[in-house]
């Protein structure tokens, strides 16, 4: 059954990762059921090894091997496992509710998260159950409660500051980039920021240039932050609890369209790590790496490619900042193809990061250039059409595979 | 869950908080009336802000008007102790010299970049900060070497900083504008003007939240925080949003406002719409003080009365200490556009001046008392450059070290292992 071989990364933030990590990449592309260990009570993930071709996997998440226009988990699940469905952000208000309950020291900040919920009902039902300094309603300031939270993490507190779209935390990117970045380094180590940034993001339906926005391209230079996105509803709760386990400052970057993504989820407690990638689909011709909602389209372009006769293998990277060279590095060298997709923008966006560590790293494994499908260079548009064209679309994703595969 | 309210602790007498005028043995405040002293546009009269007699007025909730009492009065009763005058003579005394040394050391090519020095303003930062306890928290800007001094970071360690040595308080990686110290609860130093404003709101609110929520209550009361800025920094958004947040909630902060007239070149009275600062506070809900800078007896009886508030959970108060910048913006600024009349008129109410005048006056120590204490602080300083001086630089080793708290956020190598497992990392060698 499951291996149990894992050290507890998040208990021990401050020791180096033992090297049975290696072993575990050996585990990983064998078609063997995901890894797991019971470490201080909290059931801590380190990497999820997916079966391919169907089938229950260990924890009950199924392959998502059709289209994703359903937005639901897959009903070939065959669950005889415990475990509760739930919607992403009820996953997302799950872990919060499970950390502000572990430790009293978090605590939420951002608009209308309390008495109204959240505006996408994340914090819901937390302000009457921890009262109204734990999850703060804020004015409409971001810059100011963003340092806030910041000035609060420095001195005992664990906040998690809601941006109510992304894009409203380009008002606190002066806080987010000046101090939560940087103060534990111009402090000389003597401050550290736990604090957790979150909140929806990309592009939606129709809602306009200014709240489509994908901020990670924007945030991926500050150094000493960490940025993660989830994409499904364990991967959300669980990164949620590792977002704010963390020392570092972490941005959690959700998306709109996710959030009644619907799945069932483990009971046990358990916490990703934030550094990792997370393998979907395993396959031999080509690497995708994607992340948040374009881990859908890929899927959705995989069903495709499989009945032309394509095994791509697809991986949601997960965490933006830093990559996960290795989950990566071990896709490259098995199909020397890459193709990412994502929803950033093609200038300077989390692709080109990407390809440009590919580049450094696995130059030699290459069999053919590297394609980035991003999002064009666009205020994204208010038109249904022109909002269509301005993300990458499955047709797109199943063309770009059948080119580096020729 | 209810609104939280303020933290019930039975209020003490208010004091009030008077204005320069009427304080005896102060010095007038004459200054050239001409509207050519200010550079700028007169206000409907001959007569600029400054020149009216200026009354630190606060609102109902402090105090009501007609509580006026004299002032610290006749030269038998002095306003402080032997110790405490003598503390705050000293305390200044260290500013001035370190800035001071500061300047001279610049000069010499042992510190770089740029330094901001608060000669003239030590008032201000002898009059609140000797006030406060260990674990009350002090945020200030780029001005920031003697606001860290005087919560008691020792000179060494800022002197060690500022030459960008290992041993400084920062471990040399912040320098003149980024002091910090956990020690000392001195959250920063901060080279954009107001980003330390919303930092200061939420340290105040960890202190609310740690009697209200964690039930980390201390006899005293609540922990304080103390944000100081300029006058420049009270047109910025971040300043008006924290005074909202601050009254709104009731936090435990000061907003403490160093109004030195210029901020760089820019008259304050061209930049500023209502010159008049303590006036926001009221817009806001809270009290709006001013206090004459540079009288350190004054400012230390505002803060009093100020700190006590926030103790009590009563909330913020406005302070509007008017003082003056003796040097330049930095030392790399020419300082043109000051005339040279509205200098000599500061110069004269030169703060450590004041206050040595005082207790002599008072009897409360020799002029010789004095000058041994001149003498200790200057040991000190020269102490401190020399341990600055003889500190090695940091190595490279150092590099990486502190960017993330928990250094897995370096990431996962193509080898499988988290980068921060190879030694050599924190060298910059391993790729991020």
């Known amino acids: 059954m499951a291996s149990l071989q894992m050290a507890a990364l998040l208990s021990a933030p401050s020791t180096p990762v033992p090297s049975d990590r290696v072993r575990l990449g050996a585990l990983r592309l064998s078609a ?373 595969c020729k | 869950m209810a609104a939280f309210s303020a933290v019930k602790i039975p209020p003490p007498q208010f004091t009030t908080v008077r204005s320069s005028s009427q304080r005896p043995g102060s010095s007038p405040a004459h200054f050239a009336h001409s509207p050519s002293a200010f550079n700028s546009i007169s206000f409907g009269s001959a007569k600029s802000v400054r020149s009216r007699p200026l009354f630190a007025v606060s609102s109902d909730v402090v105090s009501s008007s007609d509580k006026t009492k004299p002032a610290s009065s006749s030269a038998s009763n002095p306003a402080v102790t032997r110790e405490v005058a003598l503390e705050l003579y000293e305390d200044m005394v260290l500013g001035r010299a370190f800035e001071d040394m500061c300047a001279q050391m610049y000069y010499r090519g042992k510190m770089f970049g740029f330094v901001h020095l608060y000669n003239g303003q030590e008032a201000v930062s002898t009059g609140f900060i000797k006030l406060l306890n260990q674990s009350d928290k002090v945020v200030s800007t780029y001005r920031d070497h003697v606001h860290a001094l005087s919560k008691g970071v020792p000179s060494r360690e800022v002197m060690a900083e500022l030459f960008g040595k290992a041993t400084g308080c920062c471990r040399g990686q912040g320098g003149s504008m980024h002091m910090f110290s956990a020690a000392h609860n001195v959250l920063g130093g901060f080279a954009f003007i107001g980003e330390g404003i919303p930092v200061a709101t939420g340290a105040a609110f960890s202190a609310k939240y740690h009697h209200e929520v964690l039930k980390q209550s201390k006899p005293e009361g609540l922990d304080v925080t103390l944000a100081f800025f300029g006058d420049g920094t009270c047109n910025n958004g971040q300043f008006f949003e924290c005074l909202n947040m601050a009254q709104l909630w009731k936090l435990p902060i000061i907003f403490v406002v160093e109004n030195n007239l210029w901020a760089i070149g820019m008259s304050h009275l061209r930049a500023t719409s209502d010159p008049e600062i303590w006036k926001k506070g009221p817009a806001f809900g809270m009290p709006g003080v001013h206090v004459d800078g540079m009288d350190v007896l004054k400012v230390r009886e505002v803060a009093q009365e100020a700190i006590a508030r926030a103790r009590r959970g009563e909330g913020p108060t406005l302070v509007e200490c008017e003082t003056y910048r003796f040097r330049g913006h930095s030392l790399a600024d020419p300082d043109e556009l000051r005339k040279p009349d509205e200098k000599a008129h500061y110069a004269a109410r030169d703060p450590i001046i004041a206050l040595k005048k005082y207790i002599i006056e008072h009897g409360l120590a020799s002029e010789s008392e004095l000058k041994s204490i001149d003498k200790k602080i200057d040991d000190v300083v020269e102490d401190a450059v020399e341990f600055a001086d003889s500190s090695p630089l940091p190595p490279r080793t150092q590099l990486l070290e502190n960017v993330f708290a928990d250094p897995k956020g370096f990431g996962i190598g193509p080898d499988g292992k988290y980068r921060c497992e190879d030694p050599l990392f924190t060298q910059g060698t391993a790729q991020v």
């Not at chain 1, 009950?60 to 988990?73: M, N, P, R, Y």
């Not at chain 1, 560590?357 to 249904?384: E, H, K, R």
Request: proline share 5%.
């Open chain 1, 32 to 404: 063997s059921s995901s890894s797991t260990a019971r470490n201080g009570g909290a059931l801590v993930v380190r990497s999820e090894a997916k079966v391919s071709g169907g089938g229950a996997s260990a924890r009950g998440l199924s392959l998502i091997t059709h289209a994703v226009a359903e937005k639901a988990a897959a009903a070939s699940s065959a669950d005889s496992k415990p475990g509760h469905e739930l919607l992403l952000f009820e996953a997302l208000r799950e872990g919060l509710d499970e950390e502000m309950e572990r430790d009293p020291t978090v605590c939420v900040m951002g608009e209308d998260v309390g008495h109204y919920g959240g505006s996408y009902k994340v914090t819901k039902g937390l302000a009457t159950k921890y009262g109204d300094l734990r999850v703060l309603d804020t004015p409409i300031a971001e810059n100011s409660f963003t340092g806030m939270g910041i000035g609060s993490a420095m001195t005992g507190l664990r906040p998690v500051v809601e941006g109510m779209n992304m894009g409203f935390l380009l008002l606190a990117y002066n806080q987010i980039s000046n101090n939560c970045g940087m103060l534990h380094y111009t402090s000389g180590g003597q401050f550290k920021i736990p604090i957790v940034i979150r909140g929806p993001g990309g592009v939606g339906r129709q809602l306009g240039a200014e709240h489509s926005q994908r901020l990670e391209s924007y945030f991926q230079s500050i150094p000493g932050l960490q940025m993660v996105a989830c994409s499904t509803p364990y991967n959300a709760k669980g990164l949620m609890k590792a977002a704010i386990r963390s020392e570092n400052p972490v941005v959690l970057f959700e998306h709109v369209l996710l959030y009644n993504l619907k799945e069932r989820i483990p009971d046990e407690e358990y916490v990703l790590s934030l550094e990792e990638a997370e393998m979907v689909r395993p396959g031999e011709h080509v690497t995708i790496l994607t992340y948040s909602r374009m881990r859908y389209h890929v899927m959705q372009a995989a069903k495709t490619l499989v009945n032309k006769g394509y095994d791509p293998e697809v991986i949601d990277i997960r965490s933006l900042k830093p990559f996960d060279l290795y989950t990566i590095g071990n896709s490259i060298k098995k199909t020397h193809r890459v193709l990412i997709v994502e929803e950033c923008m093609r200038t300077g966006g989390i692709g080109a990061s990407l390809r440009s560590a590919i580049i450094d790293n696995f130059w030699d494994y290459l069999d053919a250039p590297i394609l980035c499908l991003s999002s064009q260079d666009v205020p994204t548009p208010y038109a249904g059409t022109l909002e269509n064209w301005t993300v990458v679309q499955p047709e797109q994703i199943v063309a770009a595979v059948e080119q580096l």
